[in-house]
């Protein structure tokens, strides 16, 4: 049996919702960000020493980072439907874009939301975190192109794992240069997997 470590209103989500694309069994474990702080609480390093969400487990393995688990969860599960073979053309891409989102592209929003508490003592930043959350957007634009996902006419593990970013970009009002990744995001939270998933998670702000 699958397990899911929830944090509300996380990266989690969107593991949540790879588990619904694939139609598997899961239990969700909930946990509840502190009211002020919004750290999760102390019991889930208990499944794993960093203490953050999302975390997996499958039996005895223990995957945390939400690109590993969606990774694995679309290997394990998705009998080929979300993830390229490691020997085909497209895996590549694929595993480039995999390492990308958490590795290069969250980066810039996350800067900018902490930075956002500094105030005026944060001005000085925002030129340099402005221009890396344009160059990350727009790249992630020129790589859907006039695709329906990142990796072709099909949904893929890479779109479930951007969903975050275009998700928290689209709530900082970010993606208004970019049409494809409005209509992208559009077309990925239209899917019934994906309300499901909201629903088995509850309250999220980054959704519409
Ligand atoms: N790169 C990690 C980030 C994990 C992470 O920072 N999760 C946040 C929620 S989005 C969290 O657990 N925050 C609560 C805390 O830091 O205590 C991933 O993609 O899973």
């Not at 930075?115 to 990350?136: D, F, K, T, Y």
């Not at 951007?162 to 939270?189: C, G, H, V, W, Y």
């Amino acid at each position: 049996m699958i397990t899911i470590h929830h944090l509300n209103d996380s990266r989690s989500q969107r593991v949540l919702w790879m588990l619904e694309e694939l139609g598997v069994e899961y239990a969700i474990e909930h946990y509840a960000r502190d009211a002020v702080t919004r750290l999760a609480p102390e019991s889930l390093k208990k499944i794993h020493p960093l203490g953050k969400s999302p975390v997996i487990q499958d039996g005895d393995m223990v995957v945390a980072e939400s690109g590993a688990s969606i990774d694995y969860l679309s290997r394990t599960y998705g009998k080929g439907k979300f993830s390229p073979a490691s020997d085909s053309a497209g895996f590549n891409k694929y595993n480039e874009l995999m390492h990308y989102v958490e590795g290069s592209a969250m980066l810039p929003l996350m800067l900018g939301l902490y930075v956002s508490h500094l105030g005026e003592a944060g001005a000085p930043l925002g030129p340099r975190i402005q221009s890396e959350q344009a160059l990350h957007l727009g790249y992630l634009s020129t790589v859907l192109g006039e695709q329906d996902y990142f990796m072709g006419d099909a949904l893929s593990a890479v779109d479930v794992h951007t969903s975050f970013i275009l998700e928290a970009a689209n709530m900082r009002d970010l993606l208004k240069e970019f049409p494809n990744l409005i209509a992208l995001l559009k077309r990925l939270q239209a899917r019934p997997a994906y309300k499901r998933a909201l629903d088995a998670g509850g309250p999220y702000s980054f959704a519409p």
